[in-house]
């Protein structure tokens, strides 16, 4: 993990070509900029990026959730400090019922809807947000109280796929902190979000907790090394798994994937978890919850030893181990309806 440039480097033409460097190629790029702080040292850093050289185009997008009243003003006012840089913006509503539980996790999946959209529509191919070391500490928190594996507790990556969009978190070494100073030192001026103290989130009672977590030596920098590890660690299993998946002589046909069940009892559990998921992705389905993963993995290996057959279901799936130790895997069928 890179630790972010001094403020000075940072806008240099070397320091803005490090920092942005995986985005010489994009065809466009959409940047998701809130108003707050951490985006708009983004947008800004972004607009001298482009000033310094030939580059992509870059466009601004604003998420207008609905569920602040000040919302469209503060959208209105990014498009303002775009328009004085020299950059396109355009204010993306989320319209609609919104839910009345878990209305966080529906934003996020809404704010990705309209942005990856947008992209498309723009011709972009990537798409930057403004995440910072202080949001992967959040991450890796909320994470391993849910009970996440390896692949949770790796945070936020730099850089994902979305369908058919790269999505770039170019500050992810950048403690907040350093963001803020660079837009007061500037003049760059952003907004506070209220949602962002509302303890009724639980990511903003975690933030309350990160002080006397780091005064006991847990801090974001050192959540985020650990995140950066975590990955390293489950990019080698999941190598390890393919490596053992293939041994098993997969076979695709008719939508179904079968493989020679028996590595699923000769490899480590956490390589057999890692089959099991990347056999039904290479199924073409979806890959499930880590715990029934798990309990999936245990059953299975439990019948190969025993010389049993099995079949079960898992996320839209079935799973059938035969007497032979061959297992198939391939869309669970329609259920009956009862009279």
Same mark, same amino acid.
């Given at each position: 993990? $890179?630790?972010?440039?001094? =403020?000075?480097?940072?806008?240099?033409?070397?320091?803005?070509e &490090?920092?942005?460097?995986?985005?010489?190629?994009?065809?466009?790029? +959409?940047?998701?900029?809130?108003?707050?702080?951490?985006?708009?040292?983004?947008?800004?850093?972004?607009?001298?990026?482009?000033? %310094?050289?030939?580059? =992509?185009?870059?466009?601004?997008?604003?998420?207008?959730?609905?569920?602040r009243?000040?919302?469209?003003?503060?959208?209105?006012? +990014?498009? @303002?400090? !775009?328009?004085?840089?020299?950059?396109?913006?355009r204010?993306?509503?989320?319209?609609?019922?919104?839910?009345?539980?878990?209305?966080?996790?529906?934003?996020?999946?809404?704010?990705?809807?309209?942005? +990856?959209? /947008?992209?498309?529509?723009?011709?972009?191919?990537?798409?930057?947000?403004? /995440?910072?070391r202080?949001?992967?500490?959040?991450t890796?928190?909320?994470?391993?109280?849910?009970?996440?594996?390896?692949?949770?507790?790796?945070?936020? @990556?730099?850089?994902?796929?979305?369908?058919?969009?790269? /999505?770039?978190?170019?500050?992810?070494?950048?403690?907040?902190?350093?963001?803020? *100073?660079?837009?007061r030192?500037?003049?760059?001026?952003?907004?506070?979000?209220?949602?962002?103290?509302?303890?009724?989130?639980?990511?903003? &009672?975690? @933030?309350?907790?990160?002080?006397?977590?780091?005064?006991?030596?847990?801090?974001? #920098?050192?959540? !985020?090394?650990? %995140?950066?590890?975590? !990955?390293?660690?489950?990019?080698?299993?999941?190598?390890?798994a393919?490596?053992?998946?293939?041994?098993?002589?997969?076979?695709?046909?008719?939508?179904?994937?079968?493989?020679? %069940?028996?590595?699923? $009892?000769? #490899?480590?559990?956490?390589?057999? +978890?890692?089959?099991?998921?990347?056999?039904?992705?290479?199924?073409?389905?979806?890959?499930?919850?880590? *715990?029934?993963?798990?309990?999936c993995?245990?059953?299975?290996?439990?019948?190969?030893?025993?010389? #049993?057959?099995?079949s079960?279901?898992?996320?839209? %799936?079935?799973?059938?181990?035969?007497?032979?130790?061959? $297992?198939?895997?391939?869309? #669970?069928? =329609?259920? &009956?309806?009862?009279?």
């Amino acid at each position: 993990m $890179a630790s972010p440039p001094p =403020p000075d480097d940072a806008l240099s033409d070397d320091g803005l070509e &490090r920092l942005f460097a995986s985005l010489n190629q994009a065809s466009a790029i +959409v940047a998701a900029v809130s108003g707050g702080p951490d985006s708009t040292a983004l947008m800004h850093l972004l607009a001298r990026w482009t000033a %310094a050289g030939a580059r =992509p185009p870059v466009h601004v997008a604003t998420i207008d959730h609905g569920l602040r009243p000040e919302a469209a003003a503060e959208a209105a006012s +990014v498009g @303002r400090e !775009a328009a004085a840089l020299g950059l396109p913006h355009r204010i993306l509503a989320w319209t609609g019922d919104k839910p009345r539980a878990g209305i966080q996790e529906a934003a996020r999946e809404a704010r990705y809807r309209l942005l +990856v959209d /947008h992209a498309r529509q723009v011709g972009a191919s990537h798409l930057v947000t403004a /995440h910072t070391r202080d949001d992967q500490a959040e991450t890796v928190l909320m994470r391993l109280a849910r009970g996440s594996g390896l692949a949770g507790l790796a945070g936020m @990556r730099r850089e994902t796929d979305r369908p058919g969009i790269r /999505h770039v978190r170019p500050l992810l070494d950048w403690p907040k902190t350093s963001l803020v *100073d660079l837009c007061r030192a500037h003049g760059w001026r952003f907004v506070e979000d209220p949602s962002n103290a509302d303890e009724i989130y639980a990511r903003v &009672r975690w @933030r309350r907790l990160m002080p006397r977590l780091a005064a006991e030596g847990l801090d974001a #920098e050192r959540l !985020a090394r650990f %995140a950066g590890r975590a !990955a390293q660690a489950e990019e080698a299993l999941g190598l390890k798994a393919r490596e053992a998946l293939d041994r098993a002589g997969p076979v695709l046909e008719d939508g179904s994937l079968s493989f020679e %069940a028996g590595i699923l $009892a000769r #490899e480590p559990f956490a390589i057999a +978890v890692r089959v099991l998921e990347q056999a039904l992705v290479g199924a073409g389905l979806e890959s499930s919850r880590l *715990d029934r993963l798990e309990a999936c993995t245990e059953r299975l290996r439990d019948a190969v030893r025993a010389g #049993e057959s099995l079949s079960l279901t898992i996320a839209g %799936a079935l799973v059938r181990l035969d007497r032979t130790g061959r $297992a198939s895997i391939g869309p #669970e069928p =329609p259920r &009956r309806r009862g009279r």
